[in-house]
């Protein structure tokens, strides 16, 4: 079965500063998804970033870029110009290509407690 | 195009009660998803319906909990006899196909005093 692991509890950053949250992954799959989701205090899940794994160029959505490492299978995501908006609970996510067994949902890390400071 | 949509957003229940929650897929959108999130953890899989089929169900405990998505109609997560270990936030993610990203709802709140 696939694991994600976040590192980093938490993590505070300066507004208007960049900052970077790591997520490993443990797979014996060639082919897959990664996703970050942001769940602010509403609790709505909302998808940040959406990576292949059969693709070698980094994902990137404005303001929201990964560094996606598959060999060391590492997946970080890199905040630049952090906004107050941005302070939420991110989460890494890993989806499968199978299906079965759990396969088709994504499985989840326990998240990252980003804290923007004005 | 309105987005995932969940019902009851709040749901207080007594113990040995039932618990039912819906939820609303995106237009276009046949693939739905249950998770299930406990407080300070990630959203863990549950269950994944097309209409009128389970998918997968390898996530949901064996008791008690069913989940269906019929023809017509949102998708429905049962549970019965609830105990207080099933207080979480329930949410319900929908794709219009298997590998598209999951668009999630705002989640149910489920209490159990």
């Known amino acids: 079965a696939q694991t994600v692991t976040q590192s980093q509890p938490e993590m505070s950053v300066q507004e208007a500063e960049t900052v970077t949250l790591s997520c490993t992954y443990d797979t014996s799959e060639s082919d897959y998804y990664l996703f970050w989701y942001k769940q602010p205090p509403s609790r709505q899940m909302i998808l940040v970033i959406r990576?292949?794994?059969?693709?070698?160029q980094n994902a990137t959505e404005n303001r929201f870029s990964v560094n996606f490492q598959k060999a060391a299978k590492s997946f970080s995501l890199k905040i630049s110009d952090s906004q107050l908006g941005d302070a939420a609970m991110y989460f890494c996510a890993y989806r499968s290509t199978y299906s079965g067994g759990g396969a088709d949902g994504l499985t989840f890390g326990k998240g990252t407690h980003l804290i923007i400071q004005p | 195009n309105a987005g995932v949509m969940q019902n009851p957003r709040h749901l207080v229940r007594r113990r040995g009660q039932e618990a039912r929650l819906r939820c609303s897929p995106m237009?276009?959108?046949?693939?739905v998803y249950w998770y299930r999130q406990l407080p300070e953890e990630g959203l863990k899989f549950m269950v994944y319906l097309q209409k009128e089929n389970i998918i997968d169900e390898s996530g949901m405990p064996k008791e008690r909990f069913s989940a269906e998505f019929p023809k017509e109609g949102p998708s429905i997560l049962r549970i019965q006899q609830v105990v207080r270990g099933d207080s979480a936030a329930y949410f319900c993610?929908?794709?219009?196909?298997?590998?598209?990203?999951?668009?999630f709802g705002p989640g149910t709140r489920l209490t159990v005093l």
């Open positions: 990576q292949e794994a059969y693709k070698q």
């Open positions: 993610a929908s794709s219009p196909g298997t590998y598209n990203e999951q668009f």
């Open positions: 237009k276009g959108h046949s693939h």
